[in-house]
């Protein structure tokens, strides 16, 4: 299983087993009364969210944390990164069962202050026979 940790605002981590991994943190913006700030980033390109987390196919995905909702979308690690596919999740899991391979997981968290996405490169390994 990875789990995704999402706690509060502009904070995630990923593990796998013993590995893990701080991800990307995109452009946002945070209603903190009285104050408001944005954070403006390019990106993520490839070089940003490596070094990657290695997990075999068909491994779940968990959701944990405070956002109120969180979409998550995959898609091939290049250069630039290319289309991303909704991750269909169910209660905060899903399964990672795309082609092995490296792939780019965006994982966008929702609060009431605002909307956070959180970048990570994995690497899909093939299932062991």
């Avoid at 490596?50 to 109120?68: D, F, M, N």
């Avoid at 209660?91 to 605002?114: F, M, S, T, Y």
């Avoid at 959180?118 to 299932?127: N, T």
């Amino acid at each position: 299983m990875v789990a995704f940790t999402i706690g509060d605002h502009a904070k995630a981590e990923a593990r796998f087993g013993e590995e893990t991994r701080k991800p990307y943190v995109g452009s946002h913006c945070w209603k903190d009364k009285p104050r408001f700030r944005c954070v403006d980033k390019f990106g993520p390109t490839a070089g940003d969210l490596g070094p990657v987390l290695q997990v075999p196919q068909g491994t779940e995905l968990r959701i944990e944390g405070s956002a109120k909702r969180v979409r998550c979308f995959i898609g091939w690690l290049r250069p630039q990164l290319d289309t991303m596919a909704r991750i269909e999740m169910t209660n905060g899991r899903a399964v990672l069962d795309q082609e092995p391979g490296k792939h780019a997981l965006e994982c966008i968290a929702v609060w009431p202050q605002g909307d956070v996405p959180f970048s990570l490169g994995i690497e899909i390994m093939p299932r062991a026979n």
